[in-house]
Nanobody
Framework: QVQLVESGGGLVQAGGSLRLSCEAS????????MGWYRQAPGKQRELVAT???????NYIDSVKGRFTISRDNAKNTVYLQMNSLKPEDTAVYFC??????????????WGKGTLVTVSS
C-alpha cells in the first residue's frame, strides 16, 4: 500500500513564503512524475507544477517565477517552494505521484491535502 503525506501548509501574509513537502511511502518500485495541484473554495482542482524523475519541470503561468518544484528521489519526496504568495494562492494543495508498485502495476496516487491560506 502506498501513501502520500503532505506537510508545510499554514497561514501566511501576502508576500510571504511557505515550503510544502510530500513524502511517498509504502511498497514503491519506482516513481515517475510527481506534482502539486490545488483547489480553491468553489473552484475546480488545477495543476500547479510537475516534475519528472529526471528533474524536468512545468508550471502554470500564474505561479511561474514565484513557485519552485523539486524532488529528492532518495527520499521519495517532492517539494514546492512558494514565494511572493498572493491571496489568490489560497487553496488546499494536493500532492500527486505516478508510482509503480511492481513490474505490471502502476497507479496515480494522491495525498489528502494541506491548506495554504494567504491573508491580504
Amino acid at each position: 500500500q502506498v501513501q502520500l503525506v503532505e506537510s508545510g501548509g499554514g497561514l501566511v501574509q501576502a508576500g510571504g513564503s511557505l515550503r510544502l513537502s510530500c513524502e511517498a511511502s509504502g511498497s514503491i518500485f519506482s516513481i515517475s512524475a510527481m506534482g502539486w495541484y490545488r483547489q480553491a473554495p468553489g473552484k475546480q482542482r488545477e495543476l500547479v507544477a510537475t516534475i519528472t524523475s529526471g528533474g524536468s519541470t512545468n508550471y502554470i503561468d500564474s505561479v511561474k517565477g514565484r513557485f519552485t518544484i523539486s524532488r529528492d528521489n532518495a527520499k521519495n519526496t517532492v517539494y514546492l517552494q512558494m514565494n511572493s504568495l498572493k491571496p489568490e494562492d489560497t487553496a488546499v494543495y494536493f500532492c500527486n505521484a505516478f508510482i509503480r508498485t511492481g513490474l505490471y502495476s502502476a497507479h496515480d496516487y494522491w495525498g489528502k491535502g494541506t491548506l495554504v491560506t494567504v491573508s491580504s
